[in-house]
């Protein structure tokens, strides 16, 4: 089912916590909300699952406009982030619950509701818990019951508020993965609200970018990791250094070193503007490669796994740089700390004018 929302504004007393907020999602797409706590995802979600009102806009779920409608009302499935399951209930009958609870004409036969609630179960690898109680499940395993519960009565649209927010790293990699997959083979529309970049990254067809109540940009996970819109994109899709530049003759010059682009500027006139460098877009080496090339310490090094993280010292920059080298490559080189290196800037954005980060 395709979501259109279209100019929906929600005000608390003093604080616009959605403004003008309009969002096209295609039927059986995965869209991520990402933005940083408080800017409006949940909000904007609890609207569309209809457990808030607008002050202002409309949601319509497949050409029918349902702003007004509650939320039992509108076939949709939610996961929120705090969201109780129903205590008294095990773990079975919260996930049969829906399933349960439907009028007897349209009800399924127990041993339908039995498969349906096991193979749910299996699913979020939860099946040894189906006698459980919510109270003897830790909190990230109440969210695999609640997104089964979701899933049992077969939404036309799901909705997840940070649903794996609570899990450990590797459970919560794992699950996103599981998502990924589950969402190829049913391709229920869904909405996913995360702070978490990566998560977003990885498991979305597109990202919507939220901040302070509005979109920053709406893009699949490439276009807004390698070409955001702007500052405040580039800072939050992922580590960045952030240095102070001037552009001076269509070029930017960072400290006293002028940085090659790809592009030179518009304008002549001299501005201050803010230059992104992500680390994996450093390159090191022992030897000069080009003019401009940065004459580099090595402060420190970090090992982060596949990747190396270092921090480099250059001549000309106010700040130490992080960049960030394949294992291998840092291998070859035998690079150790104070050892002297050729720095180069593989790309370099930058952004000018008054935007706040
Ligand atoms: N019921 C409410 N009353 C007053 N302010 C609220 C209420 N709900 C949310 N807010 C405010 O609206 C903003 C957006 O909140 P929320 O949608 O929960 O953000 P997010 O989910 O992105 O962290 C926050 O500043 C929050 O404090
Ligand atoms: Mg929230």
Redesign the pocket.
Known sequence: MSIEIRNITKS??G?T?LDDISLSIRTGELIALL??????????LRIIAGLETADKGSIILEDKDTTNLPAREKNVGFVFQHYALFRRLNVFDNVAFGLNVRPSSQRQSKSEIRDRVMHLLQLVQMEWAVKRYPSQLSGGQRQRIALARALAVNPKVLLL?EPFSALDAKVRLELRRWLRKLHEDIHVTSIF?T?DQEEALELADRIVV?NK?KIEQLGSPQEVYDHPANAFVYNFLGNVNVFQGRIRNGKVVIGDHPVDTPHLLDGHEEKNGQAFIRPHEIGVSRIRSSESDLVGKIRDIRIMGSQIGLELETTGFEKLIEAEIPRDTWRNLQLNRGDEVFVTLNKVKVFTGDYEI
């Open positions: 608390y007393p604080y916590a933005g940083p706590s408080g800017c409006g995802k949940t909000t904007l508020d609200v702070h939220i109540g």
